[in-house]
């Protein structure tokens, strides 16, 4: 399994930019999909955008296609995603979450989730 540790939260104004990381230990990252989830005050956790191990596929919610781009450094061990046109909506806690195989395409369902981060906080005002 991958320990996984989301940066780059905060508060910004809607139409603005953000950048999350997802750092992770482990000499086997690169055959693990990442996986980013968000959640609201009283709502469920809901599926963002995933990544293969090599990089080669990504999938993305209708909600934040063409907005959101994720990507992964394997030399770093990170994912990104990196987040624009921000709307008050996006406002949630965002968690990057590993499969609990590695080769796995991974999978939009948090209950198909190994391991998880403790989440970041992005807040977008109106």
């Known amino acids: 399994q991958v320990q996984l540790v989301e940066s780059g939260g905060g508060l910004v104004q809607a139409g603005g930019s953000l950048r999350l990381s997802c750092a992770a230990s482990g000499r086997t990252f690169s055959s693990y999909a990442i996986i980013w989830f968000r959640q609201a005050p009283g709502k469920e956790r809901e599926f963002v955008a995933r990544?293969?191990?090599?990089?080669?596929?990504?999938y993305y919610a209708d909600s934040v296609k063409g907005r959101f781009t994720i990507s992964r450094d394997n030399d770093k061990n990170t994912v990104y995603l990196q987040m624009s046109s921000l709307k008050p909506e996006d406002t949630a806690v965002y968690y990057c979450?590993?499969?609990?195989?590695?080769?796995?395409?991974?999978?939009?369902?948090?209950?198909?989730?190994?391991?998880w981060g403790q989440g970041t906080q992005v807040t977008v005002s109106s």
């Open positions: 990544i293969t191990g090599g990089g080669g596929y990504t």
């Open positions: 979450a590993a499969p609990r195989s590695a080769y796995s395409l991974g999978s939009n369902y948090p209950e198909d989730v190994g391991s």
